[in-house]
């Protein structure tokens, strides 16, 4: 077992091998549990045999099955929520992460993370979060997301730290994992419930641009000129200068 463990809830999509192989090529070794939400959605891994990568496959799809009992007024998608969180109860490296099936990491991604907790200047932080470089479908680059998911830095649409850019201690992220029981957007839900619950001291980002995010992930999500439009905006009021990065 390595010091960390990255959780990838998936459908099956055609980007998990890359996510899955942005894992095995970080800095320091880490482990890949790979969720299939649902035995319809179990397919090969397009890998080299790796001892890290381990698959579990659900014997049903959790991100549109409900019971009636649940109240009508919540999301009526979970998307990977509910995947998400019982992989969270069931792993048992001292760090944890959660990443998008479509998105990918930069090799020192999980190094950052294990670097910026361990020098956190609180000793109640659990949980840091990276910045985003935002990619096509087709992997091309566009631009850094310098107006979206910023932690504790308002953004262009509020607060919002996206699933993938999370890291936490993993017993804090058994302790929470149940907040991320909402739906589309519990990314931001997840924020606002743990700075409410914790306070701003529980969490800290590492300044560094090593999650990539692919955009078209989901019919809600932003689009590249949401980017280019509110990048520019930031980009005039600091002069360059970004108060979140350190790079």
């Known amino acids: 077992m ?21 894992v095995i090529n970080q800095t320091i070794r880490s482990d890949i549990l790979v969720v299939f939400d649902g035995k319809q959605f179990d397919r090969p891994l397009r890998i080299p045999v790796d001892e890290r990568v381990i698959k579990v496959v659900f014997p049903f799809n959790t991100a549109t099955a409900r019971t009636n009992i649940i109240d009508r ?10 995947a998400m969180i019982s992989a969270a109860y069931i792993v048992n490296n001292d760090y ?32 840091t979060y990276s910045l985003r470089n935002i990619y096509r479908k087709d992997k091309t680059f566009v631009c850094r997301d310098d107006c979206e998911s910023l932690g504790k830095h308002k953004g262009a649409s509020g607060y919002l730290i996206d699933t993938s850019c999370y890291f936490y201690r993993t017993d804090f992220l058994m302790q929470t994992a149940h907040l991320w029981l909402w739906g589309w957007g519990s990314d931001r839900v997840y924020l606002d419930r743990i700075r409410s619950l914790f306070g701003d001291q529980i969490i800290t980002g590492t300044g560094r641009y090593t999650l990539n995010y692919r955009l078209g992930g989901n019919e809600g999500s932003v689009k590249e000129d949401f980017f280019l439009f509110h990048n520019k905006k930031a980009y005039d009021r600091f002069e360059g200068g970004m108060p979140w990065a350190v790079e």
């Open 2 to 22: 390595n010091e960390a463990v990255v959780i990838i809830p998936t459908t099956g999509s055609p980007e998990l091998e890359d996510a899955i192989s942005s």
């Open 73 to 82: 007024n919540l999301p009526r998608h979970w998307y990977g929520a509910r």
């Open 96 to 127: 944890a992460m959660v990443l998008d099936q479509d998105n990918f990491l930069e090799p020192n991604h999980i190094e950052s993370h294990i670097s910026t907790l361990n020098s956190a200047a609180s000793a109640e932080c659990q949980v």
